[in-house]
């Protein structure tokens, strides 16, 4: 017998992107960043893409929510919830910029890198041309990241650059929060009954993955 019919959806969403996420992991930057071997300069152009993609998530959810079928309205309170926990984020990280001796209005005037702005880009076209419920795949792709690589790397990096706690807030706070957020969201993805709806945030996961990886490589170059 198949032992896939016995995994609940989230747990095939987690099989089915494992080389995906095993790629992004894998990273030079990321590993050097796990082990505190990167230099204040990285750390900044880290934030510095974190905040042009992190200010779009409110934004993303509202048109997520908008764009939800009559037969995903149960998601909308999921999205609310979200909304709630996800407004100012970006200003932590502005915040954490200048801790680290960086410059917030010059990150805000800067504008994302290519990498970052397609990333971003194709969340939007995630919602607004394909399934909605795709888009849950971003946010699989971003707080896993977050729960798994955010708190080792800060550790390492603050122990090895000898910057202030103050200039973490985005790594350590982002860590915690979203331990919740991802046992919030394999409850959601085990709602989702449909196979479209499965398969459409299978296959954003994966995507993110990629795309997610390439704002890591662009920061390294």
Request: glycine letters at 8%.
């Amino acid at each position: 017998m198949d032992k896939k019919a016995f995994l609940t959806p989230f747990e095939q969403l987690v099989g089915r992107t494992a080389e995906a996420r095993a790629g992004l992991v894998g990273i030079p930057l990321v590993q050097r960043a796990l082990s505190g071997e990167v230099t204040r300069e990285e750390y900044l152009a880290f934030l510095a893409q974190a905040y042009h993609h992190v200010k779009h998530t409110v934004p993303l959810l509202m048109a997520c929510g908008a764009r939800l079928p009559e037969r995903l309205d149960w998601l909308r309170e999921a999205v609310a919830r979200y909304i709630e926990e996800e407004i100012g984020h970006e200003l932590w990280i502005l915040d954490d910029i200048a801790a680290a001796g960086g410059d917030p209005e010059a990150v805000r005037r800067a504008g994302p890198a290519p990498a970052t702005e397609l990333m971003v880009a194709y969340a939007y076209d995630q919602i607004q041309r394909n399934n909605p419920a795709g888009f849950f795949g971003m946010v699989y792709v971003l707080e896993g990241t977050s729960v798994n690589l955010a708190h080792r790397a800060a550790a390492a990096i603050q122990q090895r650059l000898g910057l202030p706690e103050t200039a973490f807030r985005y790594l350590t706070s982002h860590g915690s929060v979203d331990q919740e957020h991802i046992r919030f969201l394999e409850d959601l993805i085990d709602r989702l009954d449909d196979a479209d709806d499965q398969a459409a945030v299978t296959h954003a996961a994966g995507m993110f993955f990629r795309l997610y990886g390439d704002v890591f490589r662009s920061i390294a170059h």
